[in-house]
């Protein structure tokens, strides 16, 4: 009976003592979520920063892209006309040398 008594005794002063603690938990749990909110604003207050100088930074080099990826097209289709004009002389070099080698098997054929 006593321990039971002693028990319940315990129990009641463990009660008590959660029930004096639990303003002061519920106070720093108050601050950490404050805390963390804080924290969390601040990253995305940076990243927010950081995505605008991003988007300021190509503004700045769209021109400079835009020109290099001109000048790209236009070297890339001067070297395909050099290509076609160089395939269209071995055309022609073939057909005369065709040409000629017909002509030189009627003379001597």
């Known amino acids: 009976m006593r321990d039971r008594k002693n028990q319940a005794a315990k129990e009641a002063r463990r009660d008590e003592e959660r029930r004096e603690e639990e303003p002061a938990q519920l106070a720093r749990e108050q601050t950490r979520r404050e805390s963390d909110l804080v924290r969390e604003q601040a990253v995305q207050k940076d990243q927010a920063g950081k995505e605008a ?57």
């Open 53 to 109: 100088r991003r988007e300021e930074k190509r503004i700045e080099e769209e021109p400079a892209q835009l020109a290099r990826e001109q000048a790209r097209r236009k070297t890339d289709l001067a070297r395909e006309q050099a290509i076609a004009e160089d395939q269209e002389a071995r055309r022609r070099e073939i057909e005369k040398a065709k040409i000629n080698h017909q002509s030189k098997l009627k003379r001597y054929g």
